[in-house]
């Protein structure tokens, strides 16, 4: 006989959770549960998410309904609250301290035993120079977010709550901390990351969280809740400097159910905007499209693959 497979505990539980501010509800009955891994956290600008996850960090209660982190409350459980860190989206830091005061700081009130080596172990990590001098005021956005990250990192968390951590890096640096997520996930941590950027989401991994007007709108795998766009028309635009034959093409070999031709601005060349049912079908054959009219390529945009837009369809559904 075989043995059952043990599923394991949730290290987050949240039931329906509830956080409003005076006649504002930022969180309205709320509730999943999460176990090691990435789970991605999804919400355009206003929608619930950093109240959420402060409710996730025992730093404001829910008004009704709880919130468990490995089982125990946030709010008065000190030694889970201690295995739980936060990279908030403000920039949250001492501004006269570097690097490596700041995340050393961290360590030391996080009771670690020697800050000094974990500070930058944590700094090279998230790929900074831990003996750079400067004051963090004159750091980058990006870098800046990464001392969050690193800040993070020192107490060998169990939870992780990130809000918008990518904002501000650029492209080696963003893939540098997604695959530094991955790996956490893999550890067995539970790490959950706010995004309103359906490209971050995707690399993240499948599962997500879809926060909508404070509720939650979907849950699981990302790919099912994309798919759940495929029943209308996915709109992109395409810049060239043969608008017309390629928009003609287009018609007629690519699928398209509507082209509108865009005349040229200032700096860009003219182009057109296709509406299609099949987005994937039309991004692999535009090339060999234009080079049938021996056109040039200068953009291919999406204009309703954001979040804003799966947001949409699904509160009008």
């Known amino acids: 006989m075989s043995a059952t497979p043990i599923t394991p505990a949730p290290m987050i539980e949240v039931e329906n959770a509830s956080k409003w501010f005076g006649d504002v509800?930022?969180?309205?009955?709320?509730?999943?549960?999460?176990?090691?891994?990435?789970?991605?956290?999804?919400?355009?600008?206003?929608?619930?998410?950093?109240?959420?996850?402060?409710?996730?960090?025992?730093?404001?209660?829910?008004?009704?309904?709880?919130?468990?982190?490995?089982?125990?409350?946030?709010?008065?459980?000190?030694?889970?609250?201690?295995?739980?860190?936060?990279?908030?989206?403000?920039?949250?830091?001492?501004?006269?301290?570097?690097?490596?005061?700041?995340?050393?700081?961290?360590?030391?009130?996080?009771?670690?035993?020697?800050?000094?080596?974990?500070?930058?172990?944590?700094?090279?990590?998230?790929?900074?120079?831990?003996?750079?001098?400067?004051s963090t005021t004159t750091y980058s956005k990006g870098m800046k977010q990464r001392v969050k990250v690193a800040q993070a990192l020192v107490n060998d968390p169990a939870v992780m709550v990130l809000d918008e951590p990518l904002t501000g890096l650029d492209p080696r640096q963003r893939n540098h901390l997604i695959e530094l997520f991955g790996r956490l996930g893999d550890e067995g941590r539970?790490?959950?990351?706010?995004?309103?950027?359906?490209?971050?989401?995707?690399?993240?991994?499948?599962?997500?969280?879809?926060?909508?007007?404070?509720?939650?709108?979907?849950?699981?795998?990302?790919?099912?809740?994309?798919?759940?766009?495929?029943?209308?028309?996915?709109?992109?635009?395409?810049?060239?400097?043969k608008p017309r034959e390629l928009a003609t093409e287009v018609m007629a070999s690519v699928g398209a159910l509507a082209v509108r031709l865009e005349p040229p601005s200032t700096g860009r060349p003219g182009g057109f905007v296709v509406d299609t049912n099949d987005a994937s079908l039309f991004r692999t054959t535009i090339a060999t499209a234009s080079q049938r009219v021996g056109a040039s390529l200068v953009e291919v945009t999406p204009l309703d693959d954001d979040l804003d837009s799966v947001f949409r369809y699904l509160v009008q559904r």
């Open 25 to 134: 509800v930022a969180v309205s009955d709320v509730s999943f549960s999460l176990g090691p891994g990435v789970t991605a956290l999804l919400g355009p600008n206003g929608a619930g998410k950093s109240t959420l996850l402060r409710m996730l960090c025992g730093l404001t209660p829910p008004d009704r309904g709880t919130v468990r982190i490995l089982g125990a409350d946030p709010r008065k459980d000190i030694a889970v609250r201690g295995r739980i860190s936060i990279v908030p989206q403000q920039e949250a830091m001492f501004e006269a301290l570097g690097a490596f005061e700041f995340v050393r700081l961290a360590a030391v009130l996080n009771g670690i035993f020697n800050p000094d080596e974990i500070a930058r172990w944590a700094l090279q990590v998230v790929e900074l120079d831990p003996d750079e001098k400067r």
């Open 190 to 241: 539970c790490v959950i990351v706010s995004s309103h950027v359906l490209d971050e989401v995707e690399r993240f991994g499948s599962r997500v969280l879809v926060v909508a007007q404070g509720r939650l709108a979907a849950t699981g795998d990302f790919r099912a809740i994309r798919d759940l766009m495929d029943d209308r028309p996915h709109r992109i635009r395409v810049r060239t400097d």
